[in-house]
């Protein structure tokens, strides 16, 4: 391979294993979109899984590059062209914008039609790792979502190689029939209980006691409780995706001896918690949901549905191929991608790690610290959220499925406290739209965390989380594990007038 730029995010293919109809995951050295509307198409694209074509939704502009880069400063210009047959919409995860071009149906904007588009045009006030994704239905099982990034000029002379991964998890069946599966009790009742590994779970980071099962367990519909305890995975995929490809045909990246990289990763899945295994790579954690976080060594990071994680890899100065993993947790199933030399000799990595991963929970939730946090002063308003399920896959806040409560009132300028208080048998990773807040306490016990804007709450545990309401509108609040969020875990914050 030619020696080129760190800069650039290079790719290169292990072997010829994704469709000619496929988009490039090549993302611009260049802002996307720095003049005029850059076109964004929602569309239909066939991707190779396991030897099987599929064919799955994708975001892709013009040039079939799939996601979107900017720059901090400019403007999002965005226009959405919707190629389907049915329905979508589009919802920029991470960002800030105005109530009304946040991309949800019946909150912020209507549907868009097939043949029709919308024009969005807000400005990009900070950078980070985001993604985008369809807010609609259960198109996100897929597919419908690619990376999102906006970077900061003043690191443009930085002589660092991005790396931009996004996951999901995947399955060839219709997403109607996995919900119905789970509505039933079908998936609901083979839910995978959760290896009690305490210290994983962050119990032993923030003292918290043993877990005890909700009243009742998770029952699906079928009457029959689950493992008592938290469980994990109540959906069984046929594959887990970076960058649409399994570790039977991974993504290799072309990396420099001795080269500076920047892992921008993604958790885009559905349903499916990951720990990034960095393998025999050092790293350092630099950034989560695209917000600076003082910087934590590791090989091993646990990475909730809808989080980001930035880590900065200083590689070795040998010629070499170094694997990346993602593994589900409670599980040895992985997917990743391969950072390469020139020279390096790529192996072929097995799809599964030697030993189950441990729940993903809170023990590095515990250890961040953001480098910006917010300004120390007291809560004007404050609001509990408490979590329940019940019989039928049915997942509430409050007591109530998403369209039966108020929501949660706010005025703007307060320092808003939420609490979250996870009563079910399963964590579920919460996000607020329009905002980042920082979280501020774990079961109770107070601490200057890290700004984000997705937070995990584990199974009978809870999470304080503060922000400053500095952005008038209507934001959805809800669990971003896509069937608990169609089972009602959905409200949201309105600003009074």
Same mark, same amino acid.
């Given at each position: ?16 294993? /994704? ?37 799955? &939704? ?35 995860? =991470? ?11 019946? /909150? ?15 400005? $990009?006030?900070? +950078? ?7 807010? *609609? ?46 509505? =039933? ?23 918290? =006691? ?9 029952? @699906?519909?079928?009457?029959?409780? %689950?493992? +008592?305890?938290? *469980?994990?995975?109540?959906?069984? &995929? ?8 399994? $570790? ?27 720990? /990034?295994? $960095? ?25 909730? /549905? ?13 010629? =070499?191929?170094?694997? !990346?993993?993602? !593994? ?9 991608? !391969? ?24 023990? $590095? ?27 039928? &896959? ?8 998403? @369209?039966?409560? %108020? ?87 309105? &600003?009074?007038?």
């Amino acid at each position: 391979m030619p020696q080129l730029s760190r800069r650039r995010f290079l790719t290169s293919f292990a072997a010829a294993g /994704i469709a000619a109809a496929s988009p490039s995951w090549l993302m611009p050295a260049g802002p996307a979109f720095a003049g005029p509307a850059t076109l964004l198409k929602a569309g239909r694209r066939t991707i190779e899984v396991k030897r099987r074509a599929a064919t799955v &939704y994708g975001l892709t502009q013009a040039d079939g590059t799939h996601g979107l880069v900017a720059e901090a400063g400019n403007s999002f210009r965005v226009r959405l062209e919707n190629g389907l047959d049915e329905e979508t919409l589009i919802h920029w995860h =991470g960002l800030t914008p105005p109530w009304k071009q946040d991309g949800v149906p019946e /909150i912020s904007q209507a549907l868009l039609s097939p043949g029709a588009a919308h024009d969005y045009d807000f400005p $990009l006030a900070r +950078a980070g790792t985001n993604w985008m994704h369809s807010h *609609h239905g259960l198109q996100e099982q897929g597919l419908l979502a690619a990376p999102l990034i906006v970077r900061d000029p003043g690191e443009a002379r930085d002589d660092v190689q991005e790396v931009v991964v996004l996951f999901h998890d995947f399955t060839f069946r219709d997403a109607t029939e996995v919900l119905a599966g789970l509505q =039933g009790g079908g998936q609901a009742a083979q839910a995978q209980a959760a290896p009690m590994d305490h210290a994983a779970m962050g119990h032993a980071a923030m003292g918290h =006691g043993t877990p005890t099962p909700a009243a009742g367990g998770h029952s @699906g519909g079928s009457g029959v409780a %689950a493992p +008592a305890g938290p *469980h994990l995975n109540d959906v069984e &995929y046929d594959a887990f995706l970076a960058n649409d490809r399994t $570790l039977d045909d991974p993504e290799v990246f072309q990396v420099e001896r001795g080269g500076r990289v920047r892992l921008r990763l993604i958790n885009g899945a559905a349903a499916t918690n990951f720990w /990034i295994d $960095l393998g025999g790579l050092d790293g350092r954690l630099i950034a989560v949901d695209g917000m600076a976080v003082e910087p934590i060594s590791g090989r091993r990071f646990e990475f909730a /549905i809808a989080q980001r994680l930035d880590i900065a890899l200083d590689l070795p100065k040998n010629e =070499g191929a170094w694997p !990346i993993f993602a !593994i589900r947790e409670g599980d040895r199933v992985r997917t990743g991608f !391969i950072l390469a030399t020139s020279a390096g000799a790529v192996k072929r990595a097995s799809g599964e790690a030697d030993e189950a991963a441990a729940a993903v929970g809170l023990a $590095l939730e515990g250890k961040l610290r953001a480098v910006q946090p917010l300004a120390g002063r007291p809560a004007d308003r404050e609001h509990t959220v408490t979590i329940t399920e019940a019989p039928g &896959y049915v997942w509430m806040l409050n007591g109530k499925r998403s @369209g039966e409560a %108020a929501p949660l009132s706010v005025s703007k300028g307060e320092r808003v406290e939420i609490t979250f208080r996870d009563q079910t048998t399963m964590a579920h990773p919460m996000h607020l739209h329009g905002h980042h807040f920082q979280v501020v306490a774990i079961n109770g016990k107070r601490f200057p965390g890290a700004v984000r804007d997705t937070v995990l709450v584990p199974s009978q545990g809870s999470v304080t989380v503060a922000f400053d309401a500095v952005n008038p509108g209507k934001w959805p609040l809800h669990c971003h594990h896509l069937y608990h969020m169609i089972g009602g875990m959905m409200t949201a914050i309105e &600003y009074e007038s």
